[in-house]
C-alpha cells in the first residue's frame, strides 16, 4: 500500500495557487483544488490514493509523494546510518590545536576571557604526535589553528606543524581561526607553501562599534584598521587561500551589517572573500538560553532570508538536501587540543576542565560520560521532534554542544537551524524559488 509521505507539506500560495512540497525529494507540485484536497484527506486515509489513474500516481512517486508504507521509516534508518558512517568514519582524524590560550584583546562576550594564558611546551608537542601515531590507520589529517589568538604563539604553530608534517601523513584540509591581527607578512611567507585553504577572521562589526570592542591588550587604539589591511596582504600573498570574515552581530548592531558588507566586499573585490553573519549566542543568566542582546533563532532566520532577497548573502533561500555527519564534537577521531595537553569534543568547552574528555598523554579517557554523550547522545536521532520532523532531509543538524545543554544540563535553546520554519518562512522561501529565481 502506498502512503503520502510524512515529508511533505501543502499550502495555498499568496497567489491563490494550490502547492505540494516534499523535503525527500526537495520539489514540489502546482495542484487543482480538488487533488489538493484530495492528497490532503488521502493522509488520514491512504486507501484513498488507489482510486488515482496511474499516470497521476507515477508522477507523485517521482517525487516521493506517495511512498510505499514503511519507506519512511527506512529513509530514517538511511539517513541515521549514512550520518553514523560519517562520523565514526576511522581513516581521517582532525585536530583542532590551540598552541596558546593567550589572547590579545579581551571581548567582554569572549567564553574564553577568564582561561588561564597557557602555550604549549616541548613535552606537550611530543605527547601530541604520539597522540597522533596512536589513531592507526589514518590516511589524512585535518589540521585548524586555534585559540586564545594562534598567531601569538606563532613559533609554536611552526613547530608542532613541521613535526605533524614529518610524520608522514597528509594533510588534507589546513586552516585558522584568527582576529587577523598578527597576521604580517612573516606569517603570509611561512603559509605560502603550507596549502592553506581557509582563514577565519572576526569583525566585531563596523569600524567605530569593532574598536570599541577588540582594543588590543596595552593600548587605546582600534584594530579595524590593521585587520583589514591584513586581509588585503592576505588576498595578495595566498592566492589560493578563501578568506572569511565573520562579523559579529546582535541586536544593537544587526542594522550595520548591510553597509559593512558592501565596504568590504567592493573594497576587496575578490572572490575569495566570504563574508557572513556571526550570531553571539549570548546566555541568560542562568545559562538556559539565549538572552539580554542576543538574536534568537526566528530573527536570525529572518535576517538570513532578507539578505538573501537582496543577493549579498552567499546561502540558498531554496532549501539543499542535506546528508553526512555532525562536527569536531560527533566525530570519532576530531578533537580540540588544549596547549597544556588536555582535549574536548568542543571549542566551547576549551580551558574548562571539567569538560575536558582526556589528555593526549594518556591512552585513556577520564571523562568517557561527556565523550558518549557528545558521540551517541547528541545525535539527532533521540530527538522525537527531529525523527517526526518533515524537514530532516533538508535539515543541516544543530549544534551538539547546545543539543547537550538541553538534553542534559537543563538548557532551553531553540536549536532549530532550518531557516524556512520560522515564522512561515517555509512559505515564504519556496513562493520566492517558484516566483523568483526559477525564471
Given amino acids: 500500500m502506498n502512503v503520502i509521505s510524512q515529508y511533505t507539506h501543502q499550502f495555498i500560495s499568496s497567489k491563490g495557487e494550490y502547492l505540494i512540497y516534499c523535503s525527500r525529494s526537495n520539489s514540489f507540485l502546482k495542484l487543482t483544488p480538488e487533488l489538493y484536497a484530495f492528497l490532503d484527506r488521502c493522509k488520514a486515509q491512504p486507501d484513498l490514493l488507489e482510486e488515482l489513474d496511474t499516470e497521476l500516481m507515477q508522477v507523485l512517486k517521482q517525487h516521493k509523494i506517495a511512498v510505499p508504507q514503511g519507506h519512511d521509516d527506512l529513509y530514517l534508518l538511511k539517513r541515521q546510518f549514512a550520518d553514523d558512517a560519517t562520523d565514526y568514519d576511522p581513516t581521517a582524524i582532525g585536530l583542532v590545536i590551540a598552541p596558546t590560550s593567550a589572547c590579545n584583546f579581551r571581548c567582554g562576550y569572549c567564553f574564553e576571557k577568564h582561561k588561564p594564558n597557557v602555550s604549549m611546551d616541548d ?16 590516511n589524512n589529517i585535518d589540521i585548524t589553528w586555534y585559540g586564545g589568538e594562534p598567531l601569538i604563539a606563532f613559533d609554536r604553530l611552526q613547530q608542532i606543524y613541521h613535526i605533524i608534517q614529518a610524520i608522514g601523513i597528509p594533510i588534507r584540509d589546513h586552516g585558522i581561526i584568527t582576529n587577523g591581527y598578527l597576521f604580517d607578512q612573516k606569517v603570509i611567507d611561512f603559509f605560502k607553501d603550507k596549502d592553506l585553504k581557509s582563514i577565519q577572521i ?9 574598536d570599541c570592542i577588540r582594543t588590543p591588550i596595552g593600548s587605546s587604539a582600534g584594530s579595524y584598521d590593521i585587520i583589514l589591511a591584513n ?19 546582535d ?84 578533537y580540540v587540543v588544549g596547549p597544556s595537553g588536555e582535549f574536548y569534543k568542543c571549542w566551547n568547552d576549551m580551558g574548562d576542565p571539567d569538560r575536558a574528555i582526556g589528555h593526549i598523554g594518556q591512552e585513556q579517557l577520564n571523562n568517557p560520560e561527556l565523550f ?13 521532534d527531529c525523527v517526526k520532523c518533515f524537514f530532516l532531509p533538508i535539515c543541516s543538524s544543530s549544534c551538539a554542544y547546545y543539543r547537550l545543554r538541553n538534553k542534559y544540563e537543563g538548557g532551553k535553546y531553540n536549536l532549530c537551524q532550518c531557516m524556512q520554519k520560522s515564522d512561515n518562512l517555509l512559505i515564504e522561501t519556496l513562493e520566492y524559488w517558484l516566483y523568483n529565481q526559477k525564471k
Fill in 123 to 138: 613535552a606537550t608537542i611530543d605527547q601530541l604526535v604520539a597522540f597522533i601515531k596512536r589513531h592507526s590507520g589514518i
Fill in 202 to 210: 572576526t569583525l566585531d562589526g563596523d569600524q567605530e562599534r569593532h
Fill in 231 to 249: 586581509v588585503e596582504r592576505i588576498l595578495h600573498g595566498l592566492p589560493s587561500t578563501t578568506v572569511a570574515i565573520r562579523v559579529n552581530i
Fill in 251 to 334: 541586536k544593537d548592531n544587526m542594522h550595520t551589517y548591510e553597509p559593512l558588507h558592501r565596504e568590504l566586499t567592493q573594497r576587496f573585490n575578490s572572490d575569495r572573500l566570504l563574508v557572513y553573519p556571526g550570531f553571539l549566542r549570548i546566555d541568560n543568566q542562568t545559562g538556559t538560553a539565549l538572552g539580554c542582546s542576543a538574536i534568537d533563532r526566528p530573527e536570525a532566520d529572518r535576517f538570513d532570508f532578507e539578505l538573501m532577497k537582496k543577493n549579498i548573502s552567499d546561502g540558498s533561500i531554496y532549501p539543499t538536501l542535506s546528508h553526512g555527519g555532525g562536527c569536531c564534537a560527533t566525530a570519532i577521531n576530531s
Fill in 372 to 384: 558518549y554523550k557528545y558521540m551517541v547522545g547528541s545525535k539527532w536521532y533521540h530527538n522525537s
